[in-house]
């Protein structure tokens, strides 16, 4: 009987001290894992001098400096997200860029793009869809085609000179790129009655809705650290980064019964040629008004990893040029 206690009494004593270690180990790990992520979560350096579309942006107000930080703070620890954006911008930036360019328009406008979409073609539950994030009324204010078969807002140089056409007309409206892309989210009718009741047209001054209030500033977030990506934690080697794809075009003004048997005879797969043309979006392209489209076209061995070193190729057929 006393050999069995002392066995029962030994065997306690090993499963309590198991229990202590554990607990011991789990607060420490925990503690640990704290410090790690308060040295990630510290900024060593925060922004002094900022702009948006050439536009001083005034980090001696507390509100604006903190609404920077909680966008910079969002976008630093949401760490797989932020690796995604810039692998994708390292593919589309290069065609977006020029377009803004040659349009005297801010480089800063691409980040828009990114807040909008994820640089994906996305859809919004409102129906926006695209890069830029168009509803269908203003895709077709702006000059793009939208319809069953036809949607120009998957079309990325087209779609980026709407959104410019787009902004230079709120700009012209309310003064400002930044009051510009506040109406390019809530809309011109919102800001307007917005304006008129607060009696100021400064973005920074405004009482605007949360998304709206956060728009501009997480666009700067992005910008900050796509511009400074290894400060904020951010090194991907050059390696990693998704690369231009190299096509070339084919110029269509007749009807395309199926798409399908089109990419076949171009000696192209049918989702290659989908993933190079989104905005072709079904399987056929009627054409009875003999409308000149420009198809992208992805030479099958560039599908493997060698087209890595290629640069993208600048669609010559495109007008890249807008007016105001």
Known sequence: MRKSAIILLFLLAVVLSAAVAF???????????????????????????????????????????????????VNRMWHSQTILLLKRANRYFPVIEPILKVNNVPDDLK??????SQLTNAVSPSGAKGFWQMLQATAGDFGLEVNDDVDERYNLEKSTIAAI???????????????????????????????D???TNNYYDLVLGEETERYV?????????????????????????????????????????????????QNINYKMLKVLNPWLRSNKLPNKKHKKYYIKLL??????????EQDALQPEDIELKVGN
């Open 165 to 195: 056409r787009y902004f230079k007309r709120m700009k012209d409206r309310y003064g400002s790129w930044t009051m510009a892309a506040a109406a390019y989210n809530i809309g011109m009718g919102n800001l307007s009655k917005l304006i």
């Open 299 to 308: 030479d099958p061995k560039f599908r493997k990893i060698e087209f890595a």
């Open 23 to 73: 607990i011991v180990s789990v607060n420490f790990g925990k503690a640990e894992k704290h410090e790690i992520l308060l040295q990630i979560a510290d900024i060593d350096e925060f922004p002094t001098d900022l702009t948006f579309m050439g536009e001083p942006v005034p980090l001696n107000n507390f509100d604006t400096r903190e609404s920077l930080d909680r966008e910079l703070q």
């Open 111 to 116: 980040y828009i793009a990114v807040i909008e």
């Open 197 to 199: 009741i607060q009696e």
């Open 217 to 265: 500033f997480r666009a700067l977030a992005v910008k900050q650290i796509f511009e400074n990506p290894q400060k904020y934690g951010f090194d991907i080697p050059t390696g990693n980064l998704y690369k231009p794809l190299p096509y070339t075009t084919v110029e269509v003004d007749t009807t395309i019964e199926n798409i399908a048997d089109f990419a076949r005879s």
